[in-house]
């Protein structure tokens, strides 16, 4: 009996340590996940006041930026993208915190060594999720607080400069009542320093038509100057000294200058920005008499004959493509790097990035799509007159209208219908679609469908926009576009036959196309975007003239009214977009 006693005595002590052991155990890890929970509610506490502080600073970068102009469509989605990543950031951790405490308080009195792994585990995977969210978010928001901050001081600074030239007006316009000066209207105030050549017909409310009149190039972007504290004269209202000059140019000292009449620089610089618009287009039309004299033999100014180097079909296109991307690609490399001061290397680098891949392929599809236009419009240009199938190719602007409208919702109004109906009407009528020989099928389905390609890369490229600076973009354009051609050689390498005339002619090409692209930039700068874009309508007039000039193609009266009917009609479409109101 005694044993017996014994044993159960020795037994309940047993008991009592191994209960004493759980509890123990229980309160350690209990005490060890309240303090995890703790850390977790204190990273939520500092991501939170981190959210309040980025909300209170995007508000007083919204003041300054309604202050300025307005905001634009652009910051309004960027900041709309912040506050969404903090309410996700807000919900993300409170679900993980709920979470987490659900499964520590719920299942905490079952299978203990199994909730202990099981916990650990599913705090592992917490931890290491919100880690990669953290960091992913940290880079994100660094990259948007930094974009945020340049676009900010590039805003102070032109209003310092908007600021200043007022100033110098109000200042001139009283010396001016006082002492019987120079007396005109009211000077207009422009200030372009941040103008962009956005490129595109019925994007959105602001677009404008594109400057690539022939679809050879995208002459339709120019670089964003990068505005500097150092290059602007700070604004003192005591200075009494009136300043006349070009805000964006350095200032390097106060004394006074002779009065200079502002409005009559402003004029000149239009002027001059509308002849290298107009040259621009010139030099455009010019490439698609090259492409083709290169396909069909031609009589060069009534003087000697010369052409017929190949003949037109699909893999010569795309080996006059290579061969022209060839010398183009390079050499628009040295122009961005040299000429407009950006680095297309790094762009391209930060492009392979993770969190922009999303943006290269997009970019690779408006290579992709601008390759298409290019070998169907050197297609046509073989087969048709250059003013023929230039003509066809402006259906693009009308094809933008309506993918504006199936994509984004922008539904064309009653003018811009009225509008579209004239651009189709001068097509036919340049087809001879009432009589007279009509042009080869196989050729107007070409010239459309560059048209069509040429309205998607359009579309496609305004998405890039936002995100990379338009010579970057165009340089990696090229670089892909040569990539997809030298793709096409096991297609066309048994049709390949080079000479000096073809590659002298392919040199040539290039030319027009870097000539054009930069007579476009330096002319959109001076005049305007929207204004460079009615020039730049006028393609196929300067097409028809150097075609009939150099090689004696002659079009019907109604096919000349035809394609004034299409440059007219472009014209208006890029006019109306100005003054673009919504449809009801």
């Not at 009528?429 to 107007?444: A, D, F, H």
Request: net charge neutral.
């Amino acid at each position: 009996m005694e044993n017996n006693n014994i044993r159960n005595s020795s037994y309940e002590q047993t008991l009592a340590g191994v209960t004493k052991d759980l509890s123990d155990l229980r309160a350690n890890i209990l005490g060890k996940l309240s303090r995890e929970i703790l850390i977790l509610q204190a990273q939520k506490n500092a991501l939170t006041d981190d959210i309040q502080r980025l909300q209170s600073q995007r508000k007083e970068l919204e003041v300054l930026t309604v202050a300025q102009q307005g905001m634009n469509q652009q910051e309004i989605q960027r900041q709309q993208w912040i506050e969404q990543l903090a309410q996700a950031i807000t919900f993300h951790l409170k679900n993980d915190v709920i979470v987490t405490n659900s499964k520590v308080l719920s299942d905490h009195s079952e299978n203990f060594e199994q909730l202990m792994l099981n916990l650990d585990g599913a705090i592992r995977a917490t931890f290491q999720s919100l880690q990669r969210d953290v960091d992913t978010y940290q880079r994100d928001l660094d990259d948007q607080m930094q974009r945020m901050y340049t676009q900010r001081q590039q805003g102070e600074l032109m209003l310092s400069a908007l600021v200043e030239r007022i100033d110098e007006y109000l200042r001139r316009s009283s010396g001016d009542r006082s002492g019987g000066g120079y007396i005109a209207g009211n000077p207009p105030i422009n200030f372009t320093g941040t103008s962009g050549f956005a490129g595109a017909i019925g994007t959105n409310g602001n677009s404008t038509a594109p400057t690539a009149p022939n679809g050879n190039g995208n002459y339709n972007q120019i670089q964003i100057p990068t505005f500097h504290s150092s290059q602007f004269r700070q604004y003192d209202q005591n200075d009494t000294h009136p300043y006349t000059g070009d805000p964006t140019e350095p200032f390097n000292s106060l004394e006074s200058e002779p009065p200079i009449v502002q409005p009559t620089k402003r004029l000149n610089d239009w002027w001059v920005g509308f002849i290298l618009v107009l040259g621009a287009s010139v030099v455009l039309s010019l490439q698609n008499i090259l492409v083709r004299v290169i396909f069909s033999n031609s009589n060069i100014l009534g003087i000697f004959s010369f052409g017929g180097l190949i003949k037109p079909s699909i893999p010569n296109s795309f080996i006059l493509l290579l061969l022209r991307m060839l010398f183009a690609t390079p050499i628009m490399w040295m122009v961005a790097k040299f000429i407009f001061r950006v680095d297309v290397l790094r762009d391209f680098q930060q492009l392979l990035t993770p969190n922009r891949r999303l943006l290269f392929w997009r970019v690779s599809f408006s290579a992709l799509l601008q390759f298409a236009s290019f070998a169907f419009i050197y297609l046509a240009l073989g087969i048709l007159k250059p003013s023929l199938a230039v003509t066809l190719f402006f259906i693009f602007p009308t094809v933008t209208v309506l993918m504006a409208w199936f994509l984004f919702g922008d539904r064309p109004s009653k003018e811009r219908w009225f509008i579209i109906g004239v651009i189709y009407l001068g097509i036919m009528l340049t087809n001879n679609i009432l009589g007279g020989i009509k042009p080869e099928t196989w050729g107007v389905i070409s010239a459309v469908s560059s048209g069509v390609a040429f309205a998607g890369y359009i579309i496609t490229s305004q998405a890039c926009f936002k995100q990379l600076n338009p010579v970057s973009f165009t340089s990696i354009n090229f670089a892909i576009i040569l990539l997809l051609c030298l793709g096409t050689l096991p297609f066309t390498l048994a049709s390949i036959s080079l000479n000096g005339s073809l590659v002298f002619m392919c040199f040539l090409i290039s030319m027009t196309t870097l000539g054009g692209y930069l007579l476009t930039s330096f002319g959109t700068k001076l005049m305007g975007a929207a204004q460079a874009s009615i020039i730049s309508a006028s393609g196929p007039v300067f097409t028809t003239f150097l075609a009939f000039t150099i090689l004696g193609d002659k079009l019907d009266p109604m096919q000349i009214f035809g394609v004034f009917l299409v440059t007219g009609g472009v014209g208006l479409l890029s006019l109306q977009n100005i003054y673009k109101k919504p449809a009801k």
